[in-house]
């Protein structure tokens, strides 16, 4: 459940907070480029899921733009070599020989299926499971090019300590480009939950418990209602996802 309020200070700052709950929240990744000329449709399927009915309670979508295209003639603005370096090591855990764009990853497993019927199955699935994390996050959107970030997160019995990792990112919404060459030469193109700041793999204690807080830039001219943050719970060793949360600024 997310909560707004407005804080007392000169700022007049909007401070907002969420929680997770007790079952599961799908992580959806997307692993995308614009210069990967099918990367559209996956771009747009993404942004469509809040409209499909789906709730920040059962999916978390984030959009991780590589760099690995940028050589055949477009350079991706959102592009980061970290998000290739993770996609990358998630294939390793899954020992697959190959990444590629679009790429869905679901829970931390690659899912060719994202397209059709058999992604709201499993969706419904991982729901359906208790979480093995709870995270609950705080934002304060008083600075102008940044936001301001509180994370707790505490591991169930069963999870182990030496084995959970956290991540923290800050998104944005409604971005847009024009794409002067490359694959996708000529084409205005549009993006939901692009990933822009990224914080992890952040250790648990020994007590399976964790708090920071963090301070995450935002793009020079950044839309502060379009944005907002999302942290998730993942295994070390397997990439399973325990737990995610996304939290709007408000």
Partial sequence: MAICGVLADPALARQCAAESGPNTTALVELYT??????????????????????????????????DYWDYIGWKDPFAKAAFSARQRKL???????????PQVLLQGRDFRAWHTAEFDRAVARVNATPAGA?????????????????????????????????????YENKLMSAVSSGE?????????????????????????????????????????????????????STAKVLQALMLPAC
Avoid: M
């Fill in 184 to 236: 996708n030469r000529g084409r205005s193109l549009s993006h939901d939950y692009v990933v822009l700041e990224w914080v992890g793999p952040l250790g648990f204690a020994a007590d399976g418990r964790l708090a920071e807080r963090r301070l995450l830039a935002l793009l020079p001219r950044a839309v502060p209602a379009h944005s907002g943050i999302a942290a998730f719970v993942q295994s070390r």
């Fill in 33 to 66: 480029s614009e210069g990967c000329d099918s990367c559209p449709p996956a771009d747009r399927w993404l942004a469509s899921l809040r409209g499909r009915g789906y709730s920040s309670a059962q999916v978390v979508p984030i959009a991780l733009h590589v």
């Fill in 134 to 170: 709870r995270i609950a996050l705080e934002l304060d959107t008083g600075a102008k090019d940044a936001f301001r970030v509180g994370v707790r997160a505490e591991l169930q019995p069963a999870a182990a300590a030496s084995e959970a990792q956290l991540y923290l990112a800050s």
């Fill in 91 to 101: 294939a390793q855990v899954q020992r697959a020989r190959i990444v590629y764009t």
